[in-house]
């Protein structure tokens, strides 16, 4: 039987009304009480079977989710539009999804392991400050450079990692985001150690750092960023999903599987983890400027290692190659230490733990990937 859409919908408005409940939670027992409630639910719902039915009725009716998902977060932006701090935290969480997007292209589909997801953040921000100090461009235009910059940049990087493999591979990426960090102390243009202002976005004459007001109705500046950072990862979303379900995905788990396998059967290894590299680092590039023309203000601290290894937190805590699983973990990554104050000094140690308990206990991550599905018609076969 064909399952009900209700199952794909509920879970959704569940999760927006629990969302706007938790950010307007102020007291720290409040917070507790309400993460505690959410893993009661949640594994109540795992024990009764509920949860895979609900999995059932989301991959039947994908488009009703994707469309769901987007009025659920379109609605809690509206019923938070005056509180700046929300919006803020809020829209952090969408553009670190969008370059945890770039980050489960690499890692996820292609294996290249990329420890340096912060610093081809840091090249979008940075980008937004040179276009809106230094040139006469659009301030607009930063988001499409920083995307671009990003990926000209990290193709510094393409020769050595297809030349290395696994954890070399790793320290490689590690290697650029430390060199990254330092050029930006040393480079009195850039700002040096004390950072750079970075000018508000600029759109059809309309300030997007000034507060908006229709009517009687004032809302936070926030929500026009945080427009931005929706479409975005609308636009991220829709592409890994588009390259997961082509050939061009087959190719990049094949490659990921087993490269000496599929170089046997003509695949061309270093094209396709040059382009799943190249793909990745624009979108981190693109919300780095974004993030940036936020912020308004960016400095080296912005961009260490720590935070590079949050991004990998992201996806692998979400479940490496699923973009949902990246969204879920993204807001929980940037929510719960700012909720909770008192642990807000030990986050990385937090981060650490929840790291370790999800490979031992759930190595698949929070909302495993699940196996390719190849539609022919209305029916559909599996492929182990």
Known sequence: MQPSPVLAIVPIALAAIYLVVFLHAENQWAVFALLL?????LGAAARFGVTQKVGESVRFHAKVF????IVAVLTIAAVLHADHFALLMLTTALLLTSTALGLTLQFGYAGIA???GAAFLGI???TAAVVTQYTPLPPVLSIPLGGLMAALIGSVLILPVLRTRGHYAALIT??????????LEVNDTLGGPQGITVAPLTLFGFDLGAPIRIGHVEASFYVSYFAIAVLLLVFSFGLIRRIERSWIGLSLDSIRLDEIASACFGLEIARWKIVAFTLGNALAGAAGAIYG?????IAP?????GDSLILVSIVLLGGIGNPWGAAVAAVFVVLLPEKLQIIQEYRFLLYAMLVILILLFRPEGLLPRRLRDYASGRTGRTVP
């Open 293 to 297: 023309h936020m912020l308004g203000f």
């Open 301 to 305: 601290n912005n961009f260490t290692f």
């Open 37 to 41: 409630l959410a893993i009661v639910g």
């Open 114 to 116: 990329n420890f340096a």
């Open 174 to 183: 590690i290697a650029f985001g430390i060199l990254f960090k330092t050029f």
């Open 124 to 126: 979008g921000c940075y």
């Open 66 to 69: 994707d469309r769901t998902a």
